[in-house]
């Protein structure tokens, strides 16, 4: 924009072009200024909040800004203040839900995400989020009730297949956790969650070798500090088929991702037991 103004000034007449300078100048000022009000999401959504202060949809976004910056007690305040200018929309009850959900007190986050439901009944993420709310109190029974109903409203949302996979699992539902697992792969071909749980299917079924192709299928898709948890499946299965020294290989990467995990210290020492290092086992069991 510069250049062109400096170009569209030289075809000027003397007079226009030091009018024309002046312009530029102050266009020059008010676009450095704007820059900086551009410069994140949040200075942009405060500027918002500075000039319309009474609109729903900026309250939400300098909420969501704030809560993505990690300031959540400002993004609170600003989910309330959307509240209190519109109470008619869901999506500001949900986020208040979610903050409380991340900060363990989730029969709280329950109540604000059954009030977002009240406005926005066809939603699906929400119900998602209270069934992984009920998962994490460990009310298994109404974690499944949430994440069917959750199907019901779109059974196109892998992420639900993911989860629902995850606590069939835990219910002891091998089949059905096989079925979801498979559905969740399909919907997020490149995402390693869903082929972990496949692999847990498996191993957890006798069927060892399909288990570790599924875990190297999610170690392949995995970022490199988020794989501890599938080596340490991958452990489980070969400790299981009694190969100790491929067990401790993927135990040693587990603990690379997360030095501190006493369940891969444990794993790890019955890895060294079962191949004859007791004196190393029994610092592994003590760690």
Do not use: C
Not at 22 to 36: C, I, P, Y
């Amino acid at each position: 924009l510069a250049a062109f103004a400096w170009f569209v000034a030289f075809f000027l007449n003397r007079r226009m072009r030091r009018v024309s300078y002046v312009w530029l100048a102050l266009l020059s000022f008010t676009s450095v200024h704007r820059s900086e009000v551009w410069a994140t999401e949040v200075s942009l959504w405060q500027d918002a909040a500075r000039k319309a202060p009474s609109m729903y949809r900026v309250q939400t976004n300098l909420g969501k800004a704030l809560q993505q910056s990690g300031d959540e007690s400002g993004a609170l305040a600003a989910y309330q203040r959307a509240i209190a200018i519109d109470p008619r929309h869901g999506d500001a009850y949900n986020n208040i839900g979610i903050l409380h959900h991340r900060e363990g007190r989730q029969r709280e986050a329950i109540e604000w995400y059954q009030r977002a439901l009240e406005r926005y009944s066809r939603y699906e993420e929400i119900y998602q989020n209270v069934a992984d709310a009920f998962s994490d109190l460990g009310d298994l029974g109404q974690a499944r009730v949430w994440y069917e109903k959750a199907l019901m409203v779109d059974d196109q949302r892998g992420s639900i297949w993911a989860n629902y996979g995850e606590l069939l699992f835990k219910l002891g539902d091998l089949d059905g956790a096989g079925r979801a697992a498979r559905k969740a792969i399909g919907l997020l071909v490149r995402q390693p969650e869903p082929y972990n749980n496949l692999g847990n299917v498996h191993s957890k079924r006798g069927e060892h070798e399909a288990a570790l192709e599924m875990y190297r299928k999610a170690v392949d898709l995995s970022p490199e500090n988020g794989i501890g948890d599938i080596h340490a499946n991958m452990a489980d299965t070969y400790l299981d088929m009694e190969r100790a020294a491929e067990a401790r290989t993927a135990l040693q990467g587990a603990l690379q991702d997360d030095p501190e995990n006493a369940r891969f210290h444990l794993a790890l020492g019955r890895a060294l037991r079962m191949l004859g290092d007791d004196a190393s086992a029994e610092l592994s069991f003590q760690r």
